[in-house]
């Protein structure tokens, strides 16, 4: 399985970046597709993920209501809609695909199989 993240770039505080996550490799019902950041000197955080069957969301608090997990099944593909971005949304971003993961467990980068490389996301004031 692999894992392409892309769409990241430099962004004012207020626009809106998305980001896209390209699967390919295998098959992915019954995996969770989450997105990850890590700004430096500070440790991974979980953003968001999506049920790839079923399509069901989950999302930190810190981007609840700004940023949005899509899916588009037949392109294989995750997106990761940011709006209202802010000086602390600067990132790196991650996606990643884990299987069998459950709401409670989404949110746990140690639960994930496969991982993409980051798209670094900059917002400026």
């Known amino acids: 399985v692999q894992l392409q993240a892309s769409g990241g770039g430099l962004v004012q505080a207020g626009g809106s970046l998305r980001l896209t996550c390209a699967a390919s490799?295998?098959?992915?019902?019954?995996?969770?597709m989450g997105w990850f950041r890590q700004a430096p000197g500070k440790e991974r955080e979980f953003v968001g993920g999506?049920?790839?069957?079923?399509?069901?969301?989950t999302y930190a608090d810190a981007v609840k209501g700004r940023f949005t997990i899509s899916k588009d099944t037949a392109k294989n593909t995750v997106y990761l809609q940011m709006n209202k971005l802010k000086l602390d949304d600067t990132a790196g971003y991650y996606c990643?695909?884990?299987?069998?993961?459950?709401?409670?467990?989404?949110?746990?980068?140690?639960?994930?199989?496969?991982w993409g490389q980051g798209t670094q996301v900059t917002v400026s004031s």
């Open positions: 990643a695909a884990g299987r069998g993961l459950i709401t409670s467990t989404m949110s746990n980068a140690i639960k994930y199989n496969y």
């Open positions: 999506i049920k790839w069957s079923g399509g069901s969301t």
């Open positions: 490799g295998g098959t992915f019902n019954g995996y969770v």
